[in-house]
């Protein structure tokens, strides 16, 4: 690994991150404030802008790439994840990040998807989530809700959505975590603790698409109402939640169950506290249900942060040690190699 | 014992055929490689079902080995056989049409019982109702024999059964002379972890040989002296170890890292497991979740500047077409690799073809321009491997190497190459940030700079949407699209401007050429060699490039009256050259999952050159 904080560089400001592109998202695309945090947070890291690239597959979210000051590849339907692991099975130095939206990743790419996950190949992965094709001009996708109205199924959806958080925790994810479009703030502390982390980092980010999905995220979202819908995971502390943080989850059995602080029966006490670096991903997947109970609010935050083998840096390993075993390769002994003859 | 007769022949044609567990690819490999290390030159054709195990003693589990042996230069796996070896009837009944009247036919006797004959379909034993009349059938029980010899090993019936190749490769090296010192040396090598397995299969060895030394079942054996070869340091080589070592010639000689993405997948597989081997040359190689995420790693790999390379056979590549072109749009170096195989669809997994080369070449949407070329014999892989690899690196272009069952697990002797007379592999990746457009292009080739991701200052994006020419952004104007296409068409014609003169075996002008591409080069050039000797005025031309098509060609092919091109499809290259030159080829076509045998397009030479009989003038 190349130690990217050992030279002194210049301090990179956000504008060092965008490129000369016109954006060309539909005015108030949830994409803006996702792209805006992610060239906000990026000059943190003290990394220069040529040791990054971004890869997406096909989507609005896919145009990511093109806004990036950094190298980036818009490549295929579905494929950024296969991409990615050819880029950093080459060059295991670089920081990766694979732009995908739930199309992109959980139909036509949803093979690559668990498996990079199962890989646990050193990127980031951030998924924009907004629940509905967009780029086709709006067609349901594998997270629109049971029943959604859309042009290719205007009777309604037959079919059970993903809970992609649920999917990666099943693939083995190391780190998992989801933010809102409309919460910046959250959002850039969870970009610094993905960029900290080895291994794929997958990070769901709710986003509003508003033309084909207006609102999808407004319960989760809306000033009014966010406080009582949703639940920040924050690692040490209790579950808990609520305008007057009133309230908290607590395990009833396998079950979660949203209590009352303020009404004598449960207290902080009873609640569950959440532990990201716990290895049995039980929990989390038990947290990932949440979003699906409408008692319930829908949690954010890091849901798991473990660490386990990464491909890219065993794969270089293993070069090192065939070299360090057979001596490193000579290709006359290779082409020489085995019973040979002369003929005179 | 009295003496023997000891028989001379030019070339002899061997087949063992058994049933799939019963070892014959394992024999047949060991003596191929007794007689290239003897001197001989060998062709090989080995041929067995896709199903691992299929119900033993059945058609459907014949496993075959051909091997063709010539004091001689030879080109083919030999087209009717000398000696077959049964060790089941399903094996007799699936290959003694190939034996020629005459011919030597070892059967494993004992193997013709009830149960065996019924499983072959035979009604009555071919041993005794006269199906056997015409050859010189030996009728050894062999597996009688292999378990006496290993009576004393300890093994079980079962094992003792299971070295009965062993004593029928015996028999082989007794009857064609052979020494057998490089079978032990591999027999003891391969088993040294199951002393009791290489010492069963050593006795087995010696038995089968001692078996004809004493019965004198054999009135004769035969010789074939050792081929004249060009002089130098030879080795054995199959097809798809040859594609592995091209491919790790390239990268050492460019200096690039060798990445290879791959899924598993018949007959292209040893390709895989061949280079996984090579760690220790830097290759990295990457068995994915599927075939599109095979070839989208190299794509990635090839972006971030390592040789890249995907392997796979026709199915695959049909899942792999969208990948393709997203390396021909964003011009990166990729070397697809597609050991062809018979289809469509799942096809038959084991048996060859050339049908691929029209999805090779327009199997893709758009206006996709993708270099094609083909590699002719186990041993030219090596070279094209190699060559499909700078030209992808010089062009910035993806390259489909074209191989295909018959030769990517055929063998041959080859003549090993000093890595120092190596075409030189020149790289450039661009590194200095003046003036810096993606798609600018070099005025030769047309290629556009390679700029590897984490070269300070270059930082740029590409993809799969039309680019602006020099700039490289994102642009859907009528006139760019148009001058893009051009561009991208062109760069995969200058190829061509890069290409040595085409080769004409024979006059350069005549009555005929036959033009052939791929694995058919052997048949064809036994078949126009045998038509020359009867004094016929054809010639042949052989393709390693098919995209572009060689500068010369339409002028060489002008000389002469006749076109001829056998193919191993239903006609495709043929279209091409129709289409490109304007001329009335006549198309030889084969579509059984076989090579063609020389004899077949003997054939049709002397037809199209007017019925001439056969005779020798």
């Known amino acids: 690994m190349v130690s990217e904080t050992e030279v002194p560089r210049p301090q990179l400001s956000k504008k060092d991150f965008e490129s000369d592109q016109d954006i060309r998202w539909c005015p108030g695309c949830g994409d803006y404030a996702i792209l805006a945090t992610v060239q906000r947070t990026l000059p943190e890291f003290g990394i220069d802008r040529d040791r990054y690239v971004f890869v997406s597959g096909i989507g609005c979210s896919s145009r990511f790439p093109y806004y990036m000051n950094t190298y980036g590849f818009h490549t295929i339907h579905g494929r950024a994840p296969a991409i990615a692991t050819g880029i950093k099975a080459a060059r295991p130095d670089l920081q990766v990040w694979v732009i995908s939206g739930d199309g992109d990743s959980l139909s036509i790419g949803g093979n690559h998807f668990i498996h990079v996950i199962r890989r646990n190949l050193d990127i980031k992965y951030l998924l924009f989530n ?202 006359r002994a290779l082409l020489n190699k085995g019973d040979t003859w002369v003929v005179e | 014992m009295a003496d023997r007769s000891v028989l001379t022949r030019d070339e002899v044609t061997i087949r063992l055929a058994g049933d799939s567990g019963d070892g014959m690819q394992l024999v047949g490999t060991e003596l191929t490689n007794t007689s290239a290390l003897f001197g001989n030159d060998v062709g090989t054709l080995p041929d067995y079902p896709a199903e691992i195990r299929a119900p033993a003693g059945t058609l459907a589990g014949v496993s075959g080995f051909q091997l063709h042996i010539g004091s001689y230069d030879i080109h083919t796996p030999g087209d009717e056989l000398d000696v077959l070896v049964a060790m089941n009837p399903a094996a007799l009944k699936a290959n003694l049409k190939a034996l020629k009247p005459s011919g030597v036919l070892i059967v494993n006797a004992e193997a013709f019982d009830e149960k065996g004959l019924k499983l072959a379909a035979y009604t009555s034993s071919p041993l005794d109702d006269g199906t056997v009349a015409g050859y010189q059938t030996f009728r050894v029980n062999m597996s009688s024999h292999t378990k006496a010899a290993l009576k004393d090993t300890g093994l079980d019936y079962r094992e003792m059964e299971r070295c009965k190749n062993f004593f029928a490769l015996g028999m082989i090296y007794w009857l064609f002379k052979r020494p057998m010192d490089a079978t032990i040396k591999f027999i003891q090598e391969k088993f040294s972890k199951k002393p009791r397995i290489a010492e069963a299969n050593l006795l087995a060895l010696k038995a089968g040989h001692a078996y004809c030394v004493a019965t004198e079942a054999f009135a004769s054996s035969y010789e074939v002296p050792r081929a004249k070869l060009p002089p130098g340091k030879y080795r054995n080589l199959g097809g798809n170890e040859a594609i592995g070592l091209g491919i790790v010639a390239a990268s050492q000689k460019s200096g690039l890292e060798l990445f290879l993405g791959s899924y598993p997948i018949t007959p292209a597989s040893d390709i895989l497991h061949g280079l996984s081997r090579f760690k220790n040359f830097g290759v990295k190689t990457f068995q994915a979740e599927d075939e599109i995420a095979a070839i989208s790693a190299s794509i990635g790999a090839a972006f971030a500047g390592d040789l890249a390379v995907t ?186 401007n890069f290409l040595p003169p085409t080769e004409v075996f024979g006059p350069a002008s005549g009555d005929l050429v036959v033009l052939g591409w791929g694995g058919t080069y052997g048949p064809i050039r036994t078949a126009v060699e045998r038509c020359q000797h009867r004094g016929l005025k054809v010639s042949r031309v052989h393709l390693r490039w098919i995209n572009p098509l060689p500068n010369d060609l339409g002028i060489i092919l002008k000389q002469f009256k006749r076109v001829l091109m056998p193919e191993i499809n239903l006609g495709q290259l043929v279209r091409l050259i129709r289409a490109e030159y304007l001329i009335d080829a006549i198309a030889l076509n084969k579509i059984s999952g076989q090579p063609f045998t020389a004899t077949e397009i003997e054939r049709k030479i002397l037809d199209i050159m007017g019925g001439s009989n056969g005779e020798r003038n």
């Open chain 2, 311 to 496: 392997t796979t056979s026709g199915p695959g590549l049909c899942l792999k077409s969208e990948a393709i072109n997203l390396a021909v749009m964003a011009e990166l170096p990729l070397v697809i690799v597609n050991v062809q195989r018979a289809g469509p669809s799942t096809g038959m997994p084991t048996k060859t073809e050339q049908a691929d080369l029209l999805q090779a070449m327009f199997g893709r949407n758009g206006e996709s321009p993708v270099p094609v070329m083909a590699a002719s014999r186990p041993a030219d892989c090596f070279e094209c491997a190699y060559e499909a690899a700078r030209v992808a690196v010089r062009f910035m272009s993806p390259v489909i190497l074209l191989s295909d069952g018959y030769i990517g697990n055929g063998a041959e002797p080859w003549r090993i190459i000093d890595p120092d007379k190596l075409p030189a592999f020149e790289v450039r990746k661009r590194t200095e940030a003046a003036n810096f457009a993606p798609y600018e292009r070099d005025e030769q080739t047309l290629a556009r700079p390679w700029v590897i991701p984490g070269t300070p200052g270059l930082q740029h994006r590409i993809g799969g949407l039309e680019k602006k020419h020099m700039s490289g952004g994102v642009n859907y104007e009528p006139d760019n699209h148009e001058l893009m296409s051009r561009l991208r068409a062109e760069k995969v014609r200058r190829i061509a």
């Open chain 1, 130 to 331: 907004n629940r509905i094709y967009g780029l086709t001009k709006g067609q349901y996708s594998p997270t629109s809700e049971m029943g959604k109205i859309t042009k290719s199924t205007p009777m309604g959806s037959l079919e059970h959505p993903f809970n992609p958080i649920a999917v990666a925790l099943g693939a083995g994810a190391t780190f998992v975590a989801r933010a809102f479009d409309r919460d910046p703030k959250t959002m850039q502390e969870i970009l610094r603790l993905a960029h900290n982390h080895r291994g794929t980092a997958f990070v769901e980010i709710y986003q509003n698409c508003n033309i084909f999905n207006d609102g999808a995220f407004d319960a989760l979202t809306d000033k009014e109402s966010k406080l009582e819908t949703t639940i920040l995971l924050e690692h040490g502390k209790p579950l808990v939640f609520g305008k007057t943080r009133n309230k908290g989850i607590r395990l009833n059995g396998f079950r979660p169950e949203a209590v009352h602080l303020d009404e004598g029966t449960y207290s902080v006490g009873d609640l569950l506290v959440h532990d990201v670096h716990r290895w049995e991903p039980t929990l989390a997947f038990i947290y990932s249900q949440m979003a699906e109970d409408p008692s319930l609010p829908t949690p954010y935050g890091v849901f798991r942060a473990v660490s386990k083998n990464c491909y890219d840096q065993d794969l270089g390993t293993q070069l090192d040690v065939a070299r360090e075993k057979m001596g490193t390769g000579n290709l």
